[in-house]
């Protein structure tokens, strides 16, 4: 079932949601048996250590002095290190990185991509790792009692005063426009921004995902989309949805590239035998 919040409402996120629309098996194990993890793969540490030398960079603008590349991947490694120290033969290396020393190198590189490539011109700052909560209603308008939550990476105003939600990610390969557009985590985070009144009810949103490549030479792409509001009436439809199903107890394995790297193939191999 979704988890309590501080104010003991249930909530569900989009990595919930996102989970349960790929895999309902997966989130049994991981939601709801809280199963611990067989193996971890490298990206999810990798990433998060990306992500907070990323965090650091925006907080020190906010604050007037911009960090310096140096301290991002001083962050990065440590953060890193420190992680699979933690997990320690948890953890499945990949190809562009077989092991730790590699995995920092990569990550120094691509913070070197990002630190060069930052350009925040014509836009102001507005938040950093924003944390947001919003009552999900059903299709007919009617209130629920789940709540919606997610943290925003990054909140940016254009001099016209316009809002841009940017989420920050690492991927190996290039996102397609299509898959740009239909990401439901940006639809998420623009329900979040409009119940909460950053953004009006029926406003379109800017959105942008800011995407360091894991390439042998590192860069950083801009994918831009809009979410409106029949996208978050969709979302809320989906998310009722998917509860409704994992209140039925409706979890059913689902075969995909996802399979690779998913930390229980061992409890989903023997899921038919239960």
């Known amino acids: 079932m979704a988890l309590k919040t501080l104010t003991d409402r249930l909530h569900i996120s989009h990595s919930q949601i996102f989970t349960y629309l790929n895999c309902s098996l997966k989130y049994q194990f991981r939601y709801v048996l809280k199963l611990p993890p067989e193996r971890i793969s490298l990206a999810l540490p990798f990433g998060s250590a990306i992500h907070k030398a990323i965090e650091l960079y925006y907080r020190s603008l906010i604050e007037g002095k911009e960090a310096s590349l140096k301290q991002l991947q001083e962050l990065f490694s440590d953060h890193l290190s420190q992680e699979l120290n933690e997990k320690?033969?948890?953890?499945?290396?990949?190809?562009?990185?077989?092991?730790?020393?590699?995995?920092?190198?990569?990550?120094?590189?691509?913070?070197?991509?990002?630190?060069?490539?930052?350009?925040l011109k014509g836009y102001r700052v507005i938040a950093v790792e924003l944390p947001l909560a919003a009552t999900l209603y059903t299709t007919e308008g009617t209130p629920t009692d789940i709540d919606l939550i997610g943290v925003i990476d990054l909140l940016i105003k254009g001099q016209s005063g316009s809002l841009v939600v940017v989420d920050n990610k690492t991927a190996a390969r290039a996102k397609t426009q299509s898959e740009v557009d239909a990401d439901l985590q940006m639809t998420a985070y623009t329900y979040l921004l409009a119940s909460n009144r950053y953004v009006f009810p029926t406003a379109s949103v800017q959105c942008r995902f800011d995407v360091l490549r894991k390439l042998k030479t590192p860069k950083l792409e801009h994918h831009h989309t809009r979410r409106g509001a029949d996208d978050r009436k969709r979302l809320a439809r989906i998310a009722t949805g998917v509860l409704a199903g994992i209140n039925a107890s409706v979890f059913i394995p689902s075969r995909s590239w996802m399979c690779t790297d998913c930390e229980y193939a061992i409890a989903c191999a023997g899921w038919h035998n239960e």
């Not at 948890?90 to 120094?108: E, F, H, M, N, W």
Request: aromatic fraction near 6%; charge should be negative.
């Open 88 to 119: 320690g033969d948890l953890v499945v290396y990949k190809k562009d990185a077989p092991d730790r020393d590699s995995a920092i190198t990569l990550g120094c590189g691509m913070l070197g991509a990002f630190h060069q490539n930052a350009d």
